[in-house]
């Protein structure tokens, strides 16, 4: 268990449809990050925040959203989803400075 | 925009042998992490170098920083079953965002 929860493990849904994943991120780390990971696309930076404020922001699509709530836990939001986004989704946490990240087990998304 | 290229992609090896992947780059990162992953597991951290010439052990795995903080390598002595996996190299920018930019990633397989 590295610390960094996610839910769910798995997820199909239908095009058009609209999904939330959830990360509780490790104890005492302030930052949370998203990144989508795919077999032609490699890791891709989505959104990250700090105690609650959005702080960098990667080429995320207008139909995906995130929030990191007071207690420190994040949320990603996506909408009107497309086949093409089916993918894992990784949620990962650090504290400062940043000397790496831990992650979570992640969420597989499948869109059918 | 910053890049990381992996190189090779892909390598089969019997056990015994030894390898060395590269992450090369054209921009200079403040620090670069090395991360390995199993299928339906998150990356996990094998470490982090800061400076430029640095080198580090882990066991049987070198990991070095490049000179000019451009290019990193890890190389695997005696490589053993249990080391296969995706090695992910990942480059941290100088803003204080903590934003990680991910290499494609180099997947490992060692035959008994």
């Known amino acids: 268990d590295s610390g960094v929860t996610q839910t769910p493990k798995h997820l199909i849904t239908a095009t058009g449809q609209r999904v939330t994943l959830r990360c509780s991120p490790r104890?005492?780390?302030?930052?949370v990050y998203w990144y989508q990971q795919s077999l032609d696309q490699g890791l891709q930076f989505l959104i990250q925040?700090?105690?609650?404020?959005?702080?960098a922001k990667g080429n995320i699509l207008e139909r995906f959203s995130a929030q990191q709530f007071p207690d420190l836990h994040s949320e990603l939001n996506l909408s009107s989803l497309e086949l093409g986004d089916s993918a894992l989704y990784f949620c990962a946490s650090s504290a400062p400075p940043v000397y790496g990240y831990t992650f979570g087990s992640g969420t597989r998304l499948t869109v059918v | 925009t910053q890049l990381l290229e992996q190189s090779p992609q892909f390598l089969s090896i019997q056990e015994g042998e030894n390898l060395t992947v590269y992450c090369n780059s054209s921009?200079?990162?403040?620090?670069l992490q090395w991360y390995r992953q199993e299928p339906g597991e998150g990356p996990v951290l094998l470490v982090t170098v800061v400076t430029g010439g640095e080198v580090k052990k882990l066991k049987r795995l070198t990991f070095q920083f490049g000179d000019a903080r451009k290019d990193s390598s890890l190389h695997i002595t005696a490589a053993q079953p249990g080391d296969t996996g995706l090695y992910l190299c990942a480059g941290g920018g100088s803003s204080n965002t903590g934003k990680l930019i991910f290499g494609q990633g180099t997947t490992l397989q060692v035959k008994p």
């Open positions: 921009s200079v990162f403040s620090s």
């Open positions: 925040y700090y105690n609650g404020e959005e702080r």
């Open positions: 104890s005492g780390d302030l930052s």
